[in-house]
């Protein structure tokens, strides 16, 4: 369904034209920023540059979710088609249901948040700082690009093609010591993942009988329900998945996670763990599920253990974590544990609170990861040692409440946005994989001993003699703050226009994967008191 504009393609187009106006802005006239106050005024002029074409793009955004129909957020909207190799049957071709336009608004609302928050990143060296922010509006674009991408093989070369602003965001501008290190173990996993994926996409192309075969051959609603044989399907969801698993990241294949969590700057990691890797649980639900129902149904009781392993595996490894942005790391190998798991259900409810819960945990861990690097700027020698601090509630209050507060969504309180998708995760689950769900619960509990434990050890007591006289927030990090906050309250109070945007595309998997919601009155009941919310 096109709209006339072409909404997709400038949301992809207009980052890259900003990227390079904030690259640019004051080179090649006299001596390189930051070595004069001339250069510092034009360090300034590129942060500005960056932050109002990330602006923009979120007026952009808001232009398209006025030409998004609700009433029909399982069909693809927005559509545009153009030929691209036609040799090849691939296509430029772009379209977004009701998930895929929430996790484009995610990834656009986060942008100008963490460019806010990068303000005076970079150890003061203002041309570093200038290309970092131009690498971040690169990888917008192709954040915006995978979700909207509707060809397989387009989706492919953007899955391989995040890869590079990502790999230079965390070894190019990094803060730990060993950011190269982490920086090439995610482009190793990244990489072996991505050529599993092609010779897949290769032998999918394969299994398209030859009359078939044309200029859009690609196309995702071509290749849903084309006849596989059940080898061939399930080998080829092995493929796909293993790439996405990687992504998403998924316990056996996670340990690139942590790394990069403790040596990114919190701006890269949240656009990395909070937006790049929903293109792993994006991936199972879009790809996975509708182009190969049999494979998925097959391999749901697998998926389904290592799920429950992640939720419970990343939980207790949060608990021991003396880094903290190590910590809210493990705490995103439990949270995708969950989002997975409500994929496989195979249920309506739960793979909506699976997509819900996408939106929940990129802002949840989002206003984390920013948070926690308020307190580490705050930090003389900026150490990222839990024990290094202590106190900083009274000297910092609103800094302690917006961390109390981004804490107590990750544990799931009543009231906060991630309780709404973790309950249709959890009666999803239930009503299709019982024992999972009891075996899983107790996560619940771990994740109010990791985020309550780490708030008491960094914000509570006497303060710690490095972070006396710490100021407190200021306003361009309280704005950051409170825009998470608020999206946080306002979704946990009120998820049901949220909710409209996940709700038929959870049905419409449901009908793809070949399986009907099992009876359920009381998960029925949630769905339809969030829809009226």
Known sequence: MSSGFPWLTVLIGW????????????????RPAGRSAGGVFRAGAARTVALVGALVEVGLLVGAFAAFDTGAAATHQLAETYSWIPALGASYAVGVDGV?????????VLVP???????HEQGGDHAR????????????????????????FLFYVLFEAMLIPAYFLIGGFGQGSQRRYAAVKFLLFSLAGGLVMLVAVVALYLQVPAE????????????????????AERLLFAAFFLAFAIKAPMVPVHTWLPDVAENATPGTSTLLICVLDKVGTFGMLTLCLPLFPEASRWAAPFVVVLAVVSILYGAILAIGQSDLLRLVGYTSVSHFGFIIL???TFTSLGISGSSFMMLNHGISTGALFLVAGFAIARHPRHSQRIADYGGLRTVAPVLG?????????ALALPGLATFVSEVMVFLGAYGRWPAAVLVAVPAVVLAAVYVLLTYQRMFTGTPHADVVGAPDLDGRERTVAGVLVAALVVLGLVPGPALDYVREPGERSVELVGETDPPAAAAQDVTSEGSEQ
């Open 15 to 30: 980052p890259l034209l900003a990227a390079a106006a904030t690259a640019l802005t004051g080179v090649g006239r006299g």
């Open 100 to 108: 895929a336009l929430l996790l484009i608004a995610l990834s656009v």
């Open 113 to 119: 948040l963490v460019i806010l928050a990068a303000w």
């Open 129 to 152: 700082l200038r290309r970092y922010l131009a690498t971040v509006l690169v990888l917008e674009a192709f954040m915006v690009a995978v979700f909207a991408a509707r060809d397989v």
């Open 212 to 231: 078939q075969r044309g200029p859009q051959t690609f196309l995702t609603d071509n290749l849903t329900g084309l006849a596989l044989d059940p080898t």
């Open 342 to 344: 409500g994929i496989f």
């Open 401 to 409: 409440g917006t961390f109390l507060v981004a804490g107590l969504s």
